[in-house]
């Protein structure tokens, strides 16, 4: 299950010479996380994992500077309602919201945040909700360093057996299955 920005994305971004000092810094960083990649040294794989990130951080900061208008989710981001509400969301998602409280953390109505969250997000503002946490969820759970209750628990659940079973409901699997298919791959665990 992608998360809608994800889904929005352009499949291809062109960064062309012309795009200096952006194009630069782009073959530097490349060049860096190669050498680090074949290098075989203690916190390589961190190293590339980090350049990796600001790679993608600046490419898409290009895609937005030659793209006036933004569409989908990026145009939900900058929404200022829209984009609070998310913020919310993000930063927060153990907290019990409903729409009502988002609205207000936005400065907008219950009805007009609904209508906007849905047109730009493409789906409820409580859906999204539910999405982010199962997300999260997914992510810590298969870090491995906590456990099911703490997890359920910090992404908005008071009970580890109604955490388990909205998992489930999402993925197909609850918490056991994602830490197993973790342990199964060890080399997208512990790379370096």
Known sequence: MLHPFFAARPELVHISGEDE??????ATASQMAAAESTAGQRGASVVVDRLAEALLIQTLRQFLARN??????????EDPPVGRALACIHGRP?????VGDLAHEAGISRSGLAQRFRDLVGESPMRYLA?????AARRLLTAGDLGTAEVAQRVG???EFAFAKALKRFFGDGPGAARRAV??????????
């Not at 000092?21 to 782009?26: D, E, I, K, R």
């Not at 999405?131 to 997300?135: F, G, Q, V």
Request: proline share 8%.
């Open 157 to 159: 659940y008071d009970s």
């Open 131 to 135: 999405r982010w946490r199962m997300l």
């Open 68 to 77: 006036a208008k933004p569409e989908g989710f990026l145009a939900a981001v």
């Open 21 to 26: 000092p952006h194009a630069s810094w782009v």
């Open 183 to 192: 342990a199964r791959t060890p080399a997208v665990r512990e790379r370096g």
């Open 94 to 98: 153990e907290r019990k919201w409903n």
